[in-house]
């Protein structure tokens, strides 16, 4: 079992910047990726960023050269910087890390943190 705890979500007007945090707990060393998702309403959730354990990074087309996605291991944590935000990036955040459990990875949500754009 892994608990992902999330914090660093708000309001804030276009163009400005936000720091998500989300820190891993529990089985941490069967953890192969880190990563978030957003979901607003009324759409699908959609993954932002994902970096792996070798540290590599992927991003959705809509956020990069604007997001960041980092990790700390020895803290357990992952961040998602977000700079000139968009009111389109207006969303529910969740962490998700994909952790392997015997022969399968399993994915584990945190429990979301609202960010939301003005325009």
């Known amino acids: 079992q892994v608990q992902l705890v999330e914090s660093g979500g708000g309001l804030v007007q276009a163009g400005g910047s936000l720091r998500l945090s989300c820190t891993a707990s529990?089985?941490?060393?069967?953890?192969?990726?880190m990563g978030w998702y957003r979901q607003a309403p009324g759409k699908q959730r959609e993954l932002v960023a994902v970096i792996t354990n070798g540290g590599s990074t992927d991003y959705a087309d809509s956020v990069k050269g604007r997001f960041t996605i980092s990790r700390d291991n020895a803290k357990n944590t992952v961040y998602l910087q977000m700079n000139n935000l968009k009111p389109e990036d207006t969303a529910v955040y969740y962490c998700?890390?994909?952790?392997?459990?015997?022969?399968?990875?399993?994915?584990?949500w945190g429990q979301g943190t609202q960010v939301t754009v003005s325009s």
């Open positions: 998700n890390a994909k952790v392997l459990e015997v022969a399968l990875i399993v994915d584990y």
């Open positions: 529990g089985r941490t060393f069967s953890i192969n990726a």
